[in-house]
């Protein structure tokens, strides 16, 4: 059974950064593409990247871009978010997600992910 583990939230204070992982395991990681998602209080489920199977496409929320990369590393089965210049605006529950289809384009929509993480809790203090 495939599961999906992130790790790396926390309280940071606004300029600072902080990198996210999410482990996957059950399953060939390397054959699909990974997400990440963030949702705050009071708010719907928002896009923040993408990345297909090899590493070799991203894609990312104008929110976010230049400020966060996406990467992964297929021997450890893991998927990073890295996210600098952080601001308040970030603050939110960052979960990982699996298409397992490997859509082409990237996907960004909530509904073309099969699994999904439990999330972890990032606090951006101003």
């Known amino acids: 059974q495939v599961q999906l583990v992130e790790s790396g939230g926390g309280l940071v204070q606004a300029g600072g950064s902080l990198r996210l992982s999410c482990v996957t395991s059950?399953?060939?990681?390397?054959?699909?593409?990974m997400g990440w998602f963030r949702q705050a209080p009071g708010k719907e489920r928002e896009f923040v990247a993408s990345i297909n199977w090899s590493g070799g496409s991203r894609y990312y929320a104008d929110s976010v871009k230049g400020r966060f990369t996406i990467f992964r590393d297929n021997a450890k089965n893991t998927v990073y978010l890295q996210m600098n210049s952080l601001k308040p605006e970030d603050t939110a529950v960052y979960c990982c997600a699996a298409d397992f289809s490997a859509r082409v384009p990237l996907p960004g929509r909530p509904m073309e992910y099969d699994l999904w993480g439990q999330g972890t809790q990032v606090t951006v203090s101003s």
């Open positions: 059950g399953r060939t990681f390397s054959s699909y593409s």
